[in-house]
């Protein structure tokens, strides 16, 4: 029989059951499930709700359910529908009447609400450490490369001189950004649910501020009705979690474009490639693949979850049931990735000499040309204009800015000297890069340090 079956006649029909129960995928949510109603039995004997003996009999129940869930003793039965009812059927049949106290002053629609939200909470510092770690190797990689000379990009055109550091630098702020985007969404959903009832609170005496304050919240949440149908931090969540897996997804990309033939920019440590069951040759980057990949998983995710609240009325409907799986999956996604991608990163090799070589092509010294004019009394524009006509030649006779003779030089401006050709040094050109974020040594330097630090003040 079902907990709520009082007021019908009739048995649910199977396929309404099958469709119905969640207790195949919110069976995670048991150690959030138990935790809240510890505090709310404890909260009901202090109230004076319930005895003192029924709450400590409830109490005892709990703790011994939790022991034998984490010890594989209890099978949970769809019959029950979900982790609330499955946990309430076991208290009743162990402890008695006093098990069927444990729902007063409460509905499953502020337990649930209260169960995710904590479950919620409770993974973010998980990714975060995660996030932390990557942010270690990223580090630890750039300080090997302060001084190793890369062409960046725009348009994938190769573009002017930068140091490998600066390029893992930037992935290392995009992943701060999401350590702190992840620290907010904390902050925000920390308001307890709990005592919203169904929708409109209760007529009992209860005390929301004594179960937020015993679960860790700030406070209960101030309204009912947005109590038990706010999934915000849920979306937030997702949302958040796209974001990151975008970084990834870009950085993934580039892993796979810089261990190509065409780059050779890296090679991926055998552990973290795989082979062709056809061609003995291959290595071919599958972590970044797979990586880049589920990026379109976790927007599914947060898509449909959107999808889902859209045309909600307030307060609680069963639409919401489809909360968990999307947040689930984009959880379980997430925290599989990070820790692989960290790994290849730690375990790659770096060919900087394949970098040096591909930024003495692609003429990346051509604004430190103009510039080298400018500063000798040229108009800028006009360097611009005298720098493309050198260009357009150097293309033509397949040489770089930096072979052209002084006279070849001169002929297009006598403000060149031999100056010039200290200016045109690929290595010069990036140390003179010294502007706060730029990819000078002692410029990247501050960024590894920054982000040591961020690490440092955030780690475990």
Not at 152 to 164: C, D, E, M, N, V
Not at 247 to 267: D, G, M, P, T, Y
């Amino acid at each position: 029989m079902k907990l709520w079956s009082g007021r019908f006649a009739k048995d649910t029909d199977a396929l309404v059951n099958e469709l119905n129960a969640s207790i195949s995928f919110d069976q995670r949510l048991y150690r959030e499930d138990i935790q809240g109603s510890l505090a709310h039995a404890r909260m009901l004997g202090d109230c004076g709700v319930i005895s003192a003996e029924d709450a400590a009999a409830i109490r005892e129940g709990l703790q011994g359910i939790l022991r034998d869930i984490e010890a594989g003793k209890v099978e949970f039965t769809a019959d029950n529908e979900d982790i609330h009812m499955n946990v309430e059927a076991l208290l009743t049949a162990r402890i008695g009447d006093a098990g069927k106290r444990l729902h007063t002053a409460r509905s499953r629609n502020d337990q649930v609400a209260l169960d995710f939200r904590m479950y919620v909470r409770g993974q973010i510092p998980v990714i975060v450490e995660q996030l932390l770690e990557l942010e270690r190797v990223l580090c630890k990689q750039a300080r090997r490369y302060q001084s190793a000379v890369m062409p960046g990009y725009t348009h994938l055109q190769r573009a002017q001189p930068i140091s490998f550091a600066q390029h893992l630098m930037a992935y290392a702020q995009m992943f701060a950004r999401d350590v702190t985007r992840l620290e907010d969404c904390g902050k925000r959903l920390n308001q307890c649910p709990l005592g919203s009832g169904a929708l409109a609170g209760t007529t009992y005496p209860i005390d929301r501020f004594q179960t937020a304050a015993a679960l860790g919240f700030d406070a209960p949440m101030g309204n009912s009705l947005d109590g038990v149908s706010d999934r915000d931090y849920a979306l937030e969540l997702l949302s958040d979690l796209s974001i990151l897996m975008m970084h990834l997804s870009r950085f993934a990309e580039e892993v796979i474009l810089w261990c190509s033939w065409e780059f050779k920019f890296i090679e991926l440590d055998d552990a973290y490639a795989t082979g062709s069951s056809i061609m003995p040759q291959k290595k071919n980057p599958d972590v970044a693949e797979l990586v880049r990949g589920k990026t379109g998983r976790v927007y599914g995710d947060l898509m449909g979850l959107l999808t889902v609240m859209k045309g909600l009325p307030l307060a609680y409907n069963k639409d919401m049931q489809e909360d968990k799986e999307p947040v689930f999956d984009a959880i379980d996604t997430v925290e599989m990735c990070l820790p692989v991608f960290a790994r290849m990163l730690d375990t790659m090799t770096v060919r900087a000499d394949n970098m040096r070589a591909a930024a003495g092509r692609g003429f990346i010294n051509a604004t430190d040309c103009a510039d080298y004019l400018t500063k000798k009394g040229m108009a800028f524009r006009d360097a611009y204009t005298v720098t493309g006509r050198l260009v357009a030649e150097c293309a033509a006779r397949e040489k770089t800015l930096e072979e052209l003779t002084l006279a070849e030089l001169r002929a297009v401006s006598d403000l060149f000297g031999e100056d010039v050709f200290e200016a045109l040094k690929l290595e010069n050109c990036m140390a003179l890069r010294g502007s706060f974020g730029g990819p000078a040594v002692l410029e990247t330097a501050r960024q590894i340090e920054e982000m040591e630090r961020f690490a440092d003040a955030r780690g475990t």
